[in-house]
C-alpha cells in the first residue's frame, strides 16, 4: 500500500511536472451519425462511435438522435462507427469513416463532425484467414513462402465460386509513407467513384467451386507443397483439397513458386492475370489490403485485360475493381507503426487488423458468438479458453473467447463476425489454423 | 586591341620569311645553328647552405637538365644563346624558375632552394594552374596535406567548382571514381574515359568483367588502393593531354608519388570512420648510388561507428629507386625503378550484424611496377631519348557467402550443350546437365575472379632546336600496351550447392594488345614582344584483339594547342595576357565485355512435375547457348574537345578562365534483339493421368524433341510418353553498338585576388558552368517482359520498334553553376594556414528528354491512365503533363518481316479491335509522373568547410579539418516535381564530418 501511495504520489509529480511545460486542452466534440438517404433504417441509440489519435482512442455510443459526445484532447483523429441491423430478413452493415480531423486549438464545441455512413451486406463467402507474414526458420532466418488465405461460407446457402477473383489493394503496403491515392482533401481519390484498385494481377479459378455452408477452401498463395520438410514451423499445403495460385507463365518466381504439389489437382489451380510488372504476385507481407471479388457482366480474363479500366499510381498498375463487385476484404496494417494509412473504402473494410510479420502470425476472423451459439445444438459443441491470442505482444484476440479451430473439430458450426470493419472481425493469431507442429 | 594591331602590321613586314621559316623547322630540312653556352653552379639549400644533392636544374624549352651531385654542382651545356628559362626543383623544396639572357657561358652560379613549409611567404593549398599548353590544374603536397584526403579522387574537390567528396569512409563495395570531364550517370561512359596515371602505370578497367554478363560494366577505375600519403602532386588534364597519352576521352589524372631525399615522415590520421597510419623515408644511398623512397601505409576504415567491423584495408609498401649516371660528360642518364604492393579490400565478414555465416569479401590487391629511363644525349639530331615500361596487376577477386535454404528441390543448370535436359540428383550423377539441389539448408558461396593485368612500354625520342628566339621541339614516340583478365571468372566453394552456373574463365580470353604510334611538334616562334606556341600533334592506336572477331583496329587522334602569350611580366595594370587554343580527337579503347562473345544462357522451363511429399522436384530445361552478336560496324568511341583558355593578371589578380565544348561520338552502348523460339512443354497436366506412382518415376527427356518418358522403376507399369504442349518465347540476346554523340559544354574561372597584406588573407573565387546534352537516337527493339502473357493466355507476340529506345526519355539535359570561395589566411611567423571555404550551387537544372532528329518524340496524354493523344496538349514540355511514348512500329510473331506503324492501327484498333488495342498498350510506354519532363531546377544550396594546417618547429605539424562544419540542415527546393528535401544526408553536400592529421618529420 505504501509502495502504492508513492507511486501515486511520483504519478502526479511527473503529470504536474509536465503540466508546467505544456497544458494539454480537452475540447468536446459531438459526431453526428448519417444514414444514406436511400437506406430504410436511419438514426438510433447505443451505436458505438471510436475516435481513434495517435496512440489514443475514445468511444462513445450514440443517443437518440445518432448523436455521440466526447471530451477529448487535442490530436488528429479518424473518427469510425460500424452499425449492424437488420431489416425485413435482410443483415444490413452500416460503416463510415473519417480521417485526418482535427481536434486542436479554437475548436468549438458547437462544431458537429457529420459521419456519412455506407450501407453494405453482408457476404455469403468471408475470408476466414490470411497468413502470410512469413514463419520462423529452423535457424535464424525467416521463411516467408507459405502464404495462404482460407475462404470459409459463413451463410446458410452453398456458394458459387464461379468467376470470384483474389486481389491485393494497391499500394501494397498501409505503412507507405506517400500512398499517391491520398488527394489533397485528405481522402482517397477513389472514394467518390466507389472503387478499388487491385494491384499488378488478380487471380480466378480455372473452374466452378462450390462452397458448401460451413464448409471452407485453402488456396496457398505461394508454395504450394509440403514447406515443413524444410521448414519445422510451417504449414504443410501440398493437399488434394486445396487450391494455389500457381501460374508459372505469369509469375515465375523462383522461391515464391517453386513446383506445385503433386497432391494438389491442376485445375485446382488459379490462372493470372496480370497487368502490373514483376515475377511474383505483390501481397505484402507486412500490411496487405487483400480482397475478394466477383466481375459482373464480365469475366475475370475480359475486365483484367481491359486496360481502359486502368488506374495507376508510381510503382503500381492497378484494374478499378467497383465496390458492389467486392465479396469481402481485409485491411491490414504493420503493428507499431505510425504511417499505417487506411486504403479500403468503408463499405468493404471499415477498420483495420494489426499485423507483425515474421512470427508465424496470421489474421484470423473473430466468432460471432451470438449468432453461433444460436445455432441449435452448437453451444455444447464450442470450445472456449482461446489461447491464440497476441494481446501480449501488442497484437489482438477474439473477444468471444471461442477457439473456432477446435470447435470445428469438436463437431460445432462456427458463424464467423461479419460487419465489414476488420477492426471488429479479425484479431492476430499467434499461428497459423493450419500448421499441425 | 593596339596589341593586335602591332601584331599583325609585324606579321605583314615578316609573314612570308617566317612562315618560311616555320615550314623548314617542321619539316626539320633546316640544321639551324646558333652560338652555345653552358650554365654550371651550386644548388643549395637557403637555410643551412647545404648542398642540395640530385636537384634538377633544368632548361625546359630547350629539353636540357642536369642533377646535382653531392656538392650540389651542376652544369648544363649547349645551351643556345638568347633568353633562358632556368628551373630547379627537389622534393621538399619550392621550385623555382630564373630567367637569364645568355650571351656566354654562366659559371658560379648559386641557386638556393626553400624548404617547402609554412614559413614562406608564398604557399599553395588550391590547385594551380598547369604549365603545359594542355589545360591542367596541380595539387602539391602542401595543397593534399591541407585538404587531408580519405581517398585520391578527394582532389577534384579543387578543381573550379569542384565539390567535396561526400564519402566518409571507404568501407563500401562501391567503388572510387575519378569523374573529370562529365559526371557519372551522363551518357557515354564519361568515368570509363578518365585515364588514370600513377608514375606512368595506368590503372585500367578494360580487362573488368561483371558477374552478369548480360549488362555492361564501362566505368572507370577504382582508386580505392591507392595509398593517400605517398602522392608528392596530382595533376588532372581538363584540356586535351599530349598524343603521348592515349586510350582516353574524358580527362587525364596523373598521380606523381615522393622521390628524392626526404627524413623519416611519420603521418598519422584520423577521422570517425577512418585510421591511417603511414611512414616514409628517402634514403641517400651515398656514394653515386642513388636514392632509395620507402613508403608504408596502413588505413583502415569502417562503415558503421557503432558496429566497427565491416570494413576497407589498405596496406600499402612503396619502394622507388632513382639514380643519375654519366653526369660528368653532360649527358646524364636517370634512372628510375618503382614497385608498390597493396594487400587490403573490403571484408564484412566479422560483422556479427550480418546472419550468421554470411559475408562478403572483396579483394584489393595490387602490384604496380614501373621503370623509366631518360637520357640526355643533346646531339645535333636529337636531345632526349626515354624508354619506361610499367605492370598493374590488381587482384579483385570477391566472395560472398550467402545462406539459401528451400522447401523442395532446387535445379542448378550446368550444361552447356543446345537442347533439353532433366535434373538428377548430384549423387545419382555430379556430371548431370541439371544438378537438383536438394530440400533443406545450405551456405552458397560465390567467387568472381578479376585478376587484371596491364603492362606496357614506352620509347620516346625529343629534339630540341633553337634558330635565333625560335625554338622547336618535336616528340617522336611508340608504345606497346597490352591489358588482360588472368581471374578464373565466376565459381562456387562447393559445386553440390553451386546455382545455375556455367564456368567462364576469363583468363582464356586474350589479352589486348595496342600499339601507339605519335609524333608532336611544339614551335614556339617570338614575335615582337610576343610569343605564340603551337603544339600538333597526332597518335594512332592500332588495337589487335587476338581471338575476338574484331581483329585489328586502328584509330586516329590528332590534337591542335596553341598559345599566344601576349605579353609577361609587364609593368602595367594586366601584367600577364595569354590565350590558348585547343582542338583535339582522343579515343577510348572498349572493355572486355564490348569485345569478347561472352557466353550466355537462356534455360526455358520444359518440364516441371509436382513436388512430390518429400520436396523432389524433376525440373527439365531447354537450354540454348548464345554469345553477344559481333557488329561489325562498331567504331572506337572518341571524343573531340575545343577549348579556349585565358589567362591574365590584372593588378596583381589572377584569373584564369577556360571555355571548352566536348563531343563524344560513338560511345559504347548495347541493345537488344529478339528471335522467336519454339518448344514443348510439359507439365503436371500431362502426368496427371500416370498409373506409375510418383516415387517409383524415372523421368527422362529426349535432347533433340523434348518428350518426356516416364519409366517405373518397379517394371510394374510400362513406360509411358507424356503429352506436351506446344509453346513459343523470344529469345534475346545482346549486341554492343555506338550510341549516339553526347555534347557537354564548361567554362570555368578562377580568380586568385591579390593578399591582403594586412590581414595575410588570399581570396580565391572558382567555379564552373557546366551543360551537358545526351540524347540516344538508334532504333530499338522492345518486348515486355516474357512473363506477360496475351487475353488468350499466349506468350506476348509483338515487338516495338522505338527510335530511341523504348523509355518515354531518350535523354536528358543539365546545366549548372558550381562556384566556390575560399578564403586562406596564411601566417608565416606562426607556422599556420588557416582556410574557410564555401562550396556553393547557385543554379542545379536537369530536364528529361524526348526527341529524335530535333523533333519532339512522344505524345501528351490527358492523365496518366490514357492512352491516346491529348486533344487539348502537344507539347511534352508544356509542363505536368503525363507522356507517352508509342514505337515507331511494330512486328507480329505472326509475320516478323512486316512493319505495321504503331499509332494508325493503334488508334484504329481503339474504336474497331478492342482485343488488339489492349494488347498493342502494352507496348506503350509512359512517364511515372506528370513532372517527368518538367525542367527540374533546385534551389540554392551552400556547404561550408574549415582546414587549419599549422606546423610545429620544422619536425611537426597538425592539419584539422570540418567538412559542412556548420552541419547545413536547410532545405531545397525541387522545381520539377514541386517538392522540398532536408540537405541532411542527402546527395547535395557532405554530412558533417571532421578529421585531424599529424605528421612528423624526423
Redesign the interface.
Known sequence: MKKIAYLMLFTMLVFLSCKKDKTVKVHSVTVQLAYPATSSLTVTADVVVKLTGKGTSFEAKTNVEGKAIFNVPTDIYEVSATDSRSNSGSAFIYNGVKSNVAIVDGWSADNVIKLDLIESKTSQIVIKELFMGGTP?????V?N??RYVVLYNNSNTAANLDNLCLATVAPYNAQLTNNAYYGADGKLTYENENWMPAGQAIWYFQKNVVVEPGKQIVIALA?S???T???SK?VNL?NAAYYATYD?????H??TY?????????DHYL?T??YG?G?AWALSNTSPGFFIFNPQNTTP??FG???SQ??????YVSRKVPTSWIVDGVESYLLNNSNNKKRFLPSVDAGYVYHVNGNGYSLYRNVDEQATKAIAGNEQKLVHNYQFGTTAVGGTTDPSGIDAEASIRNGARIIYKDTNNSTNDFHLRSRASLRTN | MSVFINFFDETKRTEKKRLLLVFAVLIGFVNIASAQFSISGKVLNRRNQEPVEFAIVAVPNNGLWANANAKGEFIIKNIPAGKVKLSVQYLGFVKREYEYTLDKNLTGLILLMDEDNLTLSQVEITAKKGTDLATSFLMDRTALDHLQMLNVTDVSALLPGGKTNRSIHLATTAEQRFEINGANGERGNPTFGVGVEIDGVRLSNNGLRDQSASTTRVHGVDTKNISTSNIESVEIVTGLPSVEFGDVTNGMVKINTRKGISPYILELSTRPNTKQVALSKGLNLGGNNGVLNLNLDYTRSISNLASPFTDYKRNSLSANYNNTFNKKNGSPITFNFGITGNIGGYNSEADPDLFVNTYTKLNDNVLRANFSTKWLLNKSWITNLEASGTLNYNDKLSETSNNKSAPASTPSIRTSTNGYHVGEIYENNANAPIILIPPGYWYEINYVDNKLINYNGKLKANWFKQYSNLSNNLMLGSEFSVSGNNGKGVYYDDIRYAPTWREYRYDQESFVKNYAFYAEDLLSIPINHTILQLVAGIRSDITDINGSEYGLVSSWSPRLNAKYILWEKANKVVSDFNVKLGWGKTVKLPGFDVLFATPTFRDILTFAPGTTASGETFYAYYTMPRTRIFNPDLKWQSNVQKEIAINMNIAGNKLFITASQDKTSNPYTYQTDYTPFFYKLTSQVNLEQSAIPSVNRIYTINKYTGIVTVTDKTGAFPTETLSYADMYTFLSNTKYINGSAVTRNRITWTVDFKKIEALKTTIRVDGNYYTYKGIEETLSAYMPNSTQMMANGKPYKYIGFFGGGANSANGEMSRSVDMNFTAITHIPKLRLILSARLEASFYKLSRNLSEINGKQRGIVLDNRDAYTPSTQQTDIYGGDRFVGLYPDYYVSLDDLNVKIPFAEKFLWAKDNDVALYNELAKLVQKSNTNYYFNSSRVSNYYSANLAVTKEIGRFASLSFFANNFLNNLGKVYYRGSGTQASLFNSSLIPVFNYGASLRLKI
Open positions: 526458420a529452423d535457424d535464424t532466418g521463411f513462402y507459405d508454395n507443397l509440403n514447406n520438410i524444410t521448414y510451417s501440398n508459372l507463365a505469369s509469375f515465375d523462383a522461391a517453386r513446383v506445385a504439389g503433386e497432391n494438389i489437382p491442376t490462372k492475370v496480370k510488372t515475377a480474363v475480359a485485360n481491359d486496360v486502368t488506374s495507376t499510381i508510381t510503382g
